[in-house]
Structures are given as structure tokens and as C-alpha cells.
């Protein structure tokens, strides 16, 4: 058998592929952060002005001017020199969903000819990358197809390595020619800014002392690892990054037995191998385990200012995949990469740090603190309440719509969970905090929430792993988000979400205070009425089940299941008004992300459309066919000697299974191209997703249902593509 399948197997078996690369143990400090021009390393390489210059930018957000910049991009230059660097990029986080990178080099030539290596700061501060081929929803074809990179300070320049390459990296933002923002980290940056203004103005009702205050993510990012050579002759894990088809194999993760357990060798030192060169990006990982599937892991890293940790989450599943190849394994960062076990996600964790040095979302210590904590909890509740269907926009892609719903991750239907100590709490106060409240209650029922809410909360909170937003002990965890996706996304829609209801939160007590009420009565009196108007939004059982999805409906919650309805919830009029208000976005430029997400759904949908009808052609129903050849050749050579019908009845009812199969799936793509056809004339963006989803997508299943019962049937060695089990379970 010379097909790919076979000779993967064989490679695999010969041990050919488990050959690992050196990984040169270590301490983790000493390697931590020795790629990256963070503040310890640019003492050494700038001038006192530079440093203070370039350290208030990064504090403060705002740009660092050009005299400066020439001197950081000397200094940058001199260091990355010191390592190695010839060539430096702007690194960049366009709506593709990956990143971006042109990488020029310090040499250049003078007009006499004299070869110079040069980086001065108009290089650092902005470059115009050719990038109309970019996802840009028609901004920049629309007058001048530019787009231009600018630095960003408040995230520091680093040193890829790629083989024997290395590469200065300058994180920037993506815009287009006026302005437009073409990419994730401009809105993002936005929201942080906003953020910090309103709820540094909500502080100060509690400690005039804070100056700023810091969305936080810790991103937990779920994978599965196999062996490339086996992937490889998978035509759609290479295409697509999951697998089209497919049978179960009869054992999954039914037993139970992966999670937690002993990782296997050979992904260990994978593991190894990108964590030691995360380090030195400044990534500071600290758990690894597996996961519930086979093959399944997570790695998480201890939390950052939320744009460092988007940065250094996309930055990390480029690294991911890198690494990967070193050790000839492919890391499938795919929600869906097997049909029938668990899916990948990635929980955003989310507070919010004063620079006083307190988390807004972790109890606190006395009444008066922990008034402030209950103030950004409930506004945070009252957050998602009132934009669930952003925050289920946030984290809609096609390949998230094999999860949300299926029966692993939570559901599409956006609720928070927060405890049954904090549920007791939250109704304390809905119902002692009355119109007419006096300041001894004020102070009894504060003592009361005080003693009710336990200091060591994180450990007392009965997790619910069903939810889509869970409040764990100091900080929600968004765990809806795909595996795939860039965070600045969700981070985005959640930071400015939370920063207009703590303006309205702050106007409401404001107008209290001003009409006499004593601040923290007005306080209560505030929380009291956005928690009763939040209630529906919380949910405290299984979001799996179907009680809660009639229950949901019952409530009145949103619940959409599809990527091309979820992204609707952009360009509502309350969206507009939401991100326009708080300066995030334009209305152009919500419209044009919206056109871009659609558009990116539909490729994706395309693509796999493309390669399930390639594979049922190319390699399934030859496949079969030569297996029905081998049973005819069978029946006749039975017939021929003379014998009776009934010994060749089984072979002869195979041969019209199949041939039932054979048909179906042939009618099935049919159909489907017909539904692409029909979907790519039709013009408006939103209605061809919506073809694609409701006509194109829907042909998968019948496909696959009939490929899958073919692969049950035919003959092992005829199959050509890796099944389940080699994929899943050989490593
Ligand atoms: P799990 O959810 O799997 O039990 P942990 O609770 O230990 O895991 O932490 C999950 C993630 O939450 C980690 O990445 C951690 O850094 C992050 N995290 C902890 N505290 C905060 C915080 N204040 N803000 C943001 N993320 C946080
Ligand atoms: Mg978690």
C-alpha cells in the first residue's frame, strides 16, 4: 500500500518522527524576558530623557514624540544588533485573525553608494505596509487603498527567532489612510483608555488616591497536538485545521482517562520547547495539562495588563505552531478539530487593577472596600445584561459555531454565574435596601454583606463550568471564546461595555447625591435597582441542558446560534450609539468590521466546502468504489464455481449499501455546489453568510454521515485518509 495514510503510519512506526529537538533546561528566570526591550533592558540602551519619555508613553498611552523616538529606535537597534538582528517589522493584528509581519532590514544604501545599516525613528513610529490585500469591508477601496502601521509603546518591541533568523518585532496598530482602524489592537487600546477614565471616576467615590485603573485578561488556551506527517495526509486538517470527516473511533474520552493525566513524552518536550521560547518573549506561562479529549492540552499564563496579554496570546499560538514543526507534530489551535470530543476554547479571564495596587473584583477586607467591590461586580453583571448580544458577537467565528451549543461548551445563550454566597448577597441588598433608607441601615446591612461575603472567596466559589461567564473568586472568566480567537476581540466589547455602565452608573448616584442623598446611600440605592434589572442575566445551573435554553427563552435572553446572526448585534442602533459614544468606533468603521466578519465567515465556509467535496471525490468514492469492484470480482468468482446464492448474499448487499452511499454523497456535493453557486451571486454580504450557514454548511452533515458509514465499511487497507483512531491515539 503506497498511499499517504500508509506510509505516515509506517514512518510513525519506524519511530522516524520522534526524534526531538534539544531543549536546553534552564533556569526560567534567567531566560525570562531576554528577547524583549522591556524597561530593564532599555536602562542600558537610552538616554535618562529617552527612558522617561518612552516609560510615560507606555504608562500614559500617549505618543512618544519624533525627537524621542529617533533616540528609542537607536537604542533598540544597537541592542537588537548586540543579539543578532539584522531586519526589523512591524508587527501587526489585522482582522485576519492571525498576525502580520513584512520584515525590512536595517541596510540600506546612502546616495553615494556606501552601504549603512540604518533604523531611525519615522522607521519605528510608522510604516505603510502594501497591505491592500488585507481585510479592510471596503474602507480603503473606497479612496486610497493604504494602510499604515504605528507603534505602539505600551507594548514592547521583541526579538523573534525563526530557525537561525531573528527578527526585530515592533507591535503596532493597524489604520487605515484617515484614520480607520483595520485591525484589533487599535479599538482595543481605545477601550482600555476609556475604561480607565470611567472607572477611575467610580474609585473615587471609594479612594481618591487611584489614578488609574487596568483591565487584566489571563487567557487559558486550550490545543490538541498530533503528528504532522499523519496530519499531513489529512488534505482537510491542513486546509481547514479540522478534520471534514471522520468516525468516531469506539473509544473518545468517554473514560475519562486523559484528563489530568500523565502528558506523553514526546508532546512534553514540545511543551518544553515553546514555553522555553515564550520566556523569552516575556510570556510568563505557568500551568500545563491536559485536557478532557485526547491529544487535548491548555497551557495558561499568570495575568497581565490586558493589551500585553492579547499581545502575547497571539503572539504565543504563532509560536505554537512554529515549535510544533520543529518537533514534527501539528498544533490544531481549531475549536473544532474532531467531530464527537471536546472542542478547544479559551477562557478569558477578566478584572480590573487600580495602580494603588487593588483588584476591583476580589472582596475586600472591610465594609467600606468591599462596597467598592460589590459596585464594580454589579456594574460588570449589569454589563452583559444589558450587551449580551455584543458579547456573544465578540466571540462569533465559524469555526466557534461547532461549540457554542454543542453539547461541551457553553451555550450561545449569553448568562453569569456568580455563587450562591454572592447570589445571597446581591438579594440582601435588593431587598433591605429600601426608598426610604436610613444611614444606621446603611451601616447594618454593609456589616452584613461584609460578614457574608468570605475573604478567601476564590477558594469558597462552587465553580460552574457551564457558563459562559463565570465570576470566579476575583474575576469573571469569559469561557465562550474560541480557541482561534484574537482576545482583543472580546476584551474589546467587554471593556467598553463596562465603561458605559460605569457612566450611567456614575450619573445615576451623581443626581442622587446632588438631590441630597448621602454618597453611600446612593451608592446601594443605585446597585439595588441595576441588579434588579440584571436578574435575568444570571444563571446559576447547567447551561448545557435544554431546561435552560426554554428557560432562557422564557426569560427573554437572546440566543443566537449562528455566527452571520450573532455578528448582527454590531450594527444595531444601540451598538452605534454605544461604540460611537465612547469613541471606540466610527460608524464606518463598525460597519466596515461588520462586512469584514462576514466576509471572513463566508471564506471560511467556502474553503471547507471546497475541500469536503475535493476529499468525497478524490478520495472517498474511489475509495469505495474499488472496494465494491473487489466484492463484485468476489460474487462473480462465487457464482462461477457453482455456489449458492446464499454464500455471497452479505457481499452482495454491501455492494448496494455502498452503492447507496455512493450516492448520496454524490448528490449531497451537488447540492452544495449548486448552494455555493446560488450564495457567491448574491451581493449583500449579510445574506450570502446567511446562505452559506443556512445552504452551503448544512450539506456538510449529509455528507459526512455518508463518508463516515463508508469508511465503517471498506476495506482498511483501501482507506486513504488517517482515521480517528491513528490520529487521536498513536503518538
Ligand atoms: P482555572 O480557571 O483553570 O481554575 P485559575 O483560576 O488558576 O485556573 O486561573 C486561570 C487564569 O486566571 C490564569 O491565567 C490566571 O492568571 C488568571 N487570573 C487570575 N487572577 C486574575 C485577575 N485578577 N485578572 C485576570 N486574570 C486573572
Ligand atoms: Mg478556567
Not at 510615560?56 to 544597537?78: I, L
Not at 476580589?362 to 444589558?386: C, E, Y
Not at 451623581?510 to 451608592?523: F, R, W
Not at 448582527?568 to 462586512?595: G, P
Request: aromatic letters at 10%; one cysteine or more; glycine letters at 6%.
Amino acid at each position: 500500500m503506497s498511499n499517504l495514510r500508509f506510509q505516515a503510519l509506517q514512518a510513525l512506526a519506524a519511530g522516524e518522527d520522534k526524534k526531538v529537538a534539544g531543549y536546553t533546561e534552564k533556569k526560567i528566570t534567567t531566560m525570562f524576558g531576554s528577547n524583549v526591550f522591556n524597561e530593564q533592558t532599555m536602562r542600558g540602551y537610552l538616554s535618562d530623557e529617552a527612558f522617561k519619555s518612552l516609560v510615560n508613553s507606555a504608562k500614559t498611552g500617549t505618543r512618544v514624540d519624533r525627537k524621542m523616538a529617533g533616540q528609542v529606535a537607536a537604542g533598540m537597534k544597537a541592542w537588537a544588533e548586540e543579539q543578532g538582528v539584522t531586519h526589523f517589522t512591524h508587527w501587526f493584528q489585522p482582522l485576519t485573525g492571525t498576525t502580520a509581519e513584512k520584515h525590512d532590514s536595517f541596510f540600506t544604501l546612502k546616495g553615494d553608494g556606501t552601504p549603512v545599516e540604518l533604523f531611525d525613528g519615522n522607521a519605528l513610529i510608522q510604516q505603510e505596509p502594501d497591505a491592500s490585500s488585507f481585510p479592510n469591508g471596503g474602507i480603503r477601496a473606497t479612496f486610497e487603498a493604504r494602510g499604515y502601521t504605528a507603534w505602539d509603546p505600551s507594548s514592547p518591541a521583541f526579538i523573534m527567532e525563526a530557525g537561525s533568523g531573528k527578527t526585530l518585532c515592533i507591535p503596532t496598530i493597524f489604520i487605515a489612510y484617515n484614520g480607520e482602524s483595520l485591525d484589533y489592537k487599535a479599538p482595543l487600546l481605545k477601550s482600555i483608555a476609556a475604561l480607565d477614565k470611567a472607572a477611575v471616576s467610580v474609585c473615587h467615590y471609594f479612594d481618591k488616591n487611584v489614578n488609574k485603573v487596568t483591565a487584566t485578561l489571563g487567557w487559558e488556551q486550550e490545543y490538541f497536538v498530533i503528528d504532522e506527517t499523519i496530519a499531513n495526509a489529512r488534505p482537510d486538517l491542513v486546509m481547514c485545521g479540522r478534520t471534514l470527516l471522520g468516525h468516531s473511533p469506539a473509544k473518545g474520552q468517554q473514560l475519562d482517562d486523559h484528563y489530568f493525566g500523565s502528558i506523553p513524552e514526546r508532546v512534553f518536550a514540545f511543551m518544553q520547547d515553546f514555553e522555553q521560547e515564550a520566556y523569552k518573549l516575556g510570556i510568563p506561562l505557568r500551568t500545563r495539562h491536559n485536557e478532557v479529549a485526547p491529544c487535548q492540552f491548555e497551557c495558561a499564563p499568570i495575568f497581565e495588563e490586558v493589551n500585553i496579554a492579547v499581545d502575547h496570546n497571539t503572539l504565543l499560538m504563532d509560536v505554537m505552531t512554529k515549535v510544533a514543526k520543529r518537533h514534527k507534530l501539528k498544533a490544531l489551535l481549531h475549536e473544532k478539530p474532531f467531530a464527537g470530543v471536546n472542542g478547544s476554547g479559551k477562557h478569558n479571564n477578566w478584572s480590573l487593577a487600580t495602580d494603588t495596587g487593588v483588584n476591583l473584583l476580589s472582596p475586600g477586607k472591610t465594609p467600606r472596600t468591599n462596597l467598592m467591590f460589590l459596585t464594580f461586580f454589579v456594574n460588570a453583571i449589569k454589563a452583559v445584561h444589558d450587551y449580551d448580544d455584543l458579547i456573544r458577537a465578540s466571540m462569533a467565528s465559524a469555526s466557534n459555531d461547532h461549540r457554542l451549543g454543542a453539547n461541551e461548551a457553553p451555550p450561545a445563550i449569553i448568562s453569569v454565574y456568580i455563587g450562591k454566597y454572592l447570589t445571597d448577597v446581591l438579594n440582601e441588598v435588593e431587598t433591605r435596601v429600601k426608598e426610604k433608607f436610613s444611614e444606621q441601615d446603611e451601616v447594618i446591612l454593609k456589616l452584613d454583606i461584609h460578614k457574608q461575603i468570605p475573604e478567601l472567596l476564590m477558594d469558597n466559589t462552587d465553580r460552574n463550568r457551564t457558563s459562559p461567564f463565570a465570576f470566579t473568586g476575583n474575576k469573571f472568566e469569559f469561557r465562550a471564546v474560541g480557541s482561534t480567537a484574537n482576545c482583543g476581540g472580546p476584551m474589546m466589547v467587554l471593556n467598553t461595555i463596562m465603561t458605559e455602565t460605569l457612566k450611567k452608573f456614575k450619573a445615576d448616584v451623581d443626581a442622587l447625591i446632588e438631590k441630597g442623598e448621602k454618597k453611600e446611600i446612593a451608592i446601594l440605592q443605585v446597585l439595588r435597582s441595576s441588579i434588579t434589572q440584571s436578574n435575568k442575566i444570571r444563571f446559576e445551573g447547567d447551561n448545557y441542558s435544554e431546561e435552560w435554553a426554554a428557560e432562557a427563552k422564557k426569560r427573554g435572553l437572546n440566543n443566537f446560534k449562528t455566527t452571520p446572526e450573532a455578528l448582527s448585534a454590531y450594527v444595531t442602533e444601540k451598538a452605534k450609539e454605544l461604540f460611537i459614544n465612547n469613541d471606540i468606533f466610527t460608524e464606518r468603521e463598525l460597519e466596515a468590521r461588520h462586512e469584514i466578519m462576514l466576509e471572513d465567515y463566508v471564506k471560511k465556509v467556502q474553503i471547507e466546502a471546497r475541500i469536503i467535496g475535493y476529499i468525497s471525490a478524490n478520495h472517498v468514492l474511489p475509495a469505495a468504489i474499488n472496494y465494491q469492484n473487489t466484492l463484485m470480482e468476489n460474487i462473480k468468482g462465487l457464482k462461477e464455481i457453482g455456489m449458492a446464492e446464499a454464500t455471497y448474499k452479505a457481499q452482495f448487499n454491501l455492494v448496494s449499501v455502498i452503492s447507496g452511499h455512493i450516492q448520496n454523497i454524490n448528490d449531497a456535493v451537488e447540492a452544495m455546489i449548486d448552494a455555493r453557486k446560488k450564495a457567491n451571486a448574491e451581493n449583500d454580504m449579510q445574506k450570502r453568510a446567511t446562505m452559506y450557514c443556512n445552504d452551503v454548511k448544512t450539506c456538510f452533515d449529509t455528507i459526512r454521515y455518508h463518508a463516515d458509514k463508508l469508511e465503517l465499511v471498506v476495506d482498511d487497507k483501501l482507506w486513504p485518509l488517517p482515521k480517528y483512531r491513528e490520529l487521536l491515539f498513536i503518538r
